[in-house]
C-alpha cells in the first residue's frame, strides 16, 4: 500500500513538473555554434537533468494502471527482440513485478541506462579528462574517465557497470561493460544478463536538452542490439540542487523501526 | 542477495600523476586529483570509553567483523594502505587543534548522553544506535572510513566537486551561490557554499539532518551543526585542511580540527563500493524482519 502511494506521489510530482518545464521539444539538430561549451571546446554538460517520460514503470508503450502513468514508450520500434526463453522470463518478472524488482522493492542501485531515467534527477560534472554523474536516488555515482583508458581487466560484475567515455564530435560516448545480472531495466520486469553492454550517446541539442540514446546488447537475453532514446531536460529552477533521496536509509525505517527481532 | 557482491575492490591502474597547471580556466586554483586524507580524527585528550573500538575486543563490534558480512571485508581497508598519499612536507599540528587541550566544549548534559549513546551501540539498543556506515547511508563529510580511501576533486566551473570512494558519496561545494538551502531541507552531507580567498577554499555548510557522526566516539552532531572548512592549496601534492564545528545544541563553542589531503603516489581507479546490495548486517545483528 505505502509502495502505491509512494508511486502515484512520484507520479503527480512528474506530472507537475512537466507541466512548468519548458514545453518545447528538442531540436534534432541545432546550430552547433550555439551550444554551451567548456575552455577545451566540448559542449557543456555541466548541471542537473532530468527525464520527463514514464520509462522508469516500463520502457515500452503502456496503458495506465493504479499507481503507474501511462507512457510511449522509450524504445525505438516499441519491440525488445527477447529470444524465446528470456521473453518466457520477462513475463514472469512482469507477474511479480511488486515484489521482485531490486530497484523498487530494495533500493539496489539501478544500473544503467535505468539510472538516468528514475524519476530523480541527476548532476553531470564535466571536466576534461573525467565526468561524474551523481544521481539523487541511493547517491549513486558514476566516475567515468574521458582519456582514452580502456575497460578493466579481471574485476567482479558491478551494478552501475565499468564506464569509459570518449568524445565523437560533438556527442559524449559512454562505453559500459562488466555489469551484474541483478538488475532490471524498468519496474515492468524488462531485464538483462551479465552479459550486457551498453553504449550511451549525450548530444547537446541546445543549451537546455541533451539527446540521450543508449545502444542495449546482450546475446544471452536478446536476438540483436536494440536501442532507447529520450530527450533528457535541464532543470531550470534558479535555485535547484542536487538532494538526497536515501532510499536504503528510509527502507530500514520502515523494517527495522521494531527491532531487534531476536 | 550474494553477499560477495557487497562490494569494492581498489585496482591500480592508470597513472593521474602528472604536473597540472596552477589556475583553472575559471580562475580556481587547481587542486584537482586522487587523494588521500589524515589527521582529522577528532581524537578527544580524554576521550569517552567505546564498545565499538578498533581493537576487536568485542564480538559484536560491527565495523570489525572479520567475517566478510560487515559492510567492510577485509580487503577494503587496505587500500589506504597501498595508496599512501605523498607525506614529503613537514607535518602541522592535526587532530584537535582548538581547544589546544583537545578537550572539547560540550554541555554537561550532552557529553553525559553522548557517553550513554555510545554505551547503547554495543550491541545497538535499536536501529538509532547502528552507526551510519553499516547502515550504508551518506556518511557526512567528516567520516570517510578513517581517511583510508581517496578522494577525488573535480572542478567544473564554478564549483568543486568532491567524490569519496567511500559508499559512492560524492559532494558538490557551489562557488556562485550566497544563500543556503530553506531551512527545513535537511541533509546528510549538507548544503555547502564556497569561495577562494587566495589559495584557500572556504566552505561553509548548514542544512545538515542531525544524523551525521564526527567520529567513532562522537556519534552525532546535530541539525543546528554549522560547519567552516578551509582546504589550502600548499603545493600539487598538498591541500591542508581545516575544519570548524560549531554545534551549540551540544557544544558551549566551536572546536577545530585539523589535518591534510595529500596527493595519492600511484594513480589509481576507484572502482564501484556497493553497500546495501550485499549487506547483511541488520540481519545479524536484529535477525529478520517480520514480513509486512
Given at each position: 500500500?505505502n ?23 528538442p ?46 514508450g ?60 551523481r ?34 564530435g ?36 541546445n ?14 537475453v ?7 532514446s ?14 538526497e533521496?536515501e ?7 520502515e523494517?527495522?523501526?521494531n527491532?531487534?527481532?531476536? | ?64 567483523r ?7 571485508p ?5 587500500g ?15 587532530g584537535i587543534?582548538?581547544p ?7 554541555r ?26 553499516s ?26 566537486v568532491?567524490?569519496y ?17 530553506g ?8 548544503d ?45 601534492n ?10 551549540p ?18 594513480g ?10 550485499g549487506?547483511q ?8 524482519p517480520?514480513?509486512?
Open positions: 500500500m509502495r502505491l502511494k509512494q508511486s502515484i506521489a512520484v507520479a503527480f510530482a512528474a506530472a507537475v513538473m512537466i507541466c512548468v518545464a519548458d514545453p518545447s521539444a531540436a534534432q539538430t541545432t546550430g552547433a555554434a550555439t551550444l554551451p561549451r567548456t575552455a577545451d571546446g566540448k559542449p557543456n554538460l555541466n548541471g542537473i537533468w532530468q527525464v520527463l517520460n514514464t520509462a522508469a514503470w516500463d520502457i515500452q508503450d503502456h496503458t495506465g494502471q493504479l499507481g503507474v502513468p501511462p507512457g510511449q522509450v524504445v525505438e520500434g516499441n519491440e525488445i527482440p527477447y529470444q524465446p526463453q528470456a521473453l518466457a522470463k520477462k513475463r514472469e518478472n512482469y507477474a511479480k513485478r511488486m515484489t521482485a524488482d531490486p530497484t523498487e522493492t530494495n533500493c539496489f542501485l539501478p544500473g544503467v541506462p535505468r539510472a538516468t531515467y528514475m524519476p530523480y534527477p541527476f548532476e553531470i560534472v564535466q571536466t576534461p579528462n573525467h565526468i561524474a554523474i544521481y539523487e536516488f541511493a547517491h549513486a555515482l558514476r566516475t567515468i574517465p574521458v582519456n582514452g583508458s580502456k575497460h578493466a581487466d579481471g574485476i567482479p560484475p558491478t551494478w552501475m557497470g565499468d564506464s569509459r567515455g570518449r568524445w565523437e560533438d556527442t559524449l560516448v559512454i562505453d559500459v561493460t562488466n555489469f551484474n545480472d541483478e538488475t532490471w531495466f524498468d519496474r515492468a520486469g524488462n531485464f538483462h544478463s551479465d552479459a550486457l553492454h551498453v553504449v550511451e550517446r549525450y548530444t547537446m541539442t543549451a537546455d536538452h541533451i539527446l540521450y540514446e543508449a545502444t542495449i546488447e546482450d546475446p544471452k536478446f536476438t540483436r542490439a536494440w536501442k532507447m529520450m530527450p533528457l531536460y535541464r532543470r531550470l529552477e534558479k535555485t535547484v540542487k542536487l538532494l533521496y532510499c536504503v536509509f528510509y527502507l530500514q525505517e523494517r527495522y523501526k527491532a531487534p527481532f531476536k | 542477495m550474494r553477499p560477495s557482491n557487497s562490494l569494492i575492490a581498489i585496482v591500480l591502474f592508470a597513472s593521474m600523476a602528472r604536473a597540472q597547471s596552477a589556475r583553472l580556466p575559471d580562475g580556481q586554483p587547481n587542486m584537482q586529483g586522487m587523494y588521500t586524507r589524515t589527521g582529522v580524527k577528532g581524537l578527544e585528550s580524554e576521550p569517552p570509553f567505546n564498545p565499538i573500538d578498533p581493537g576487536e575486543k568485542n564480538p559484536l563490534s560491527v565495523s570489525n572479520g567475517d566478510g558480512l560487515g559492510p567492510y577485509r580487503i577494503f581497508g587496505e589506504g594502505n597501498v595508496l599512501r598519499g605523498q607525506q614529503a612536507r613537514a607535518q602541522r599540528p592535526t587543534v582548538f589546544a587541550d583537545k578537550k572539547l566544549p560540550w554537561p548534559e550532552e557529553e553525559a548522553k553522548r557517553r550513554q549513546f555510545l554505551l547503547d551501540m554495543n550491541p545497538p539498543k535499536d536501529l538509532r544506535h547502528i552507526e551510519l556506515n547502515r550504508c547511508a551518506l556518511p557526512g563529510p567528516f567520516e570517510g572510513e578513517d581517511g583510508n580511501n581517496p578522494y577525488t576533486i573535480l572542478q567544473p566551473p564554478g564549483q568543486v568532491i567524490l570512494d567511500y559508499n559512492h558519496t560524492s559532494r558538490v561545494i557551489d562557488l556562485n551561490r550566497r544563500e543556503h538551502l531551512k527545513n531541507i535537511r541533509l546528510f552531507m549538507g555547502s557554499i564556497g569561495h577562494w580567498e587566495g589559495n584557500t577554499l572556504v566552505v561553509d555548510t548548514t542544512n545538515f539532518n542531525g544524523r551525521v557522526a564526527y567520529s567513532r566516539e562522537i556519534p552525532y552532531l546535530s541539525d543546528a551543526l554549522h560547519t567552516v572548512e578551509r582546504f589550502t592549496v600548499v603545493d600539487e598538498t591541500i591542508d585542511y581545516e575544519v570548524t564545528i560549531d554545534d545544541q551540544l557544544f558551549t563553542g566551536p572546536w577545530k580540527v585539523a589535518g591534510a589531503f595529500s596527493k595519492v603516489s600511484k589509481v581507479e576507484s572502482l564501484e563500493f556497493a553497500c546495501a546490495e549487506s548486517t541488520l540481519q545479524n545483528i536484529f535477525g529478520t517480520p514480513t509486512r
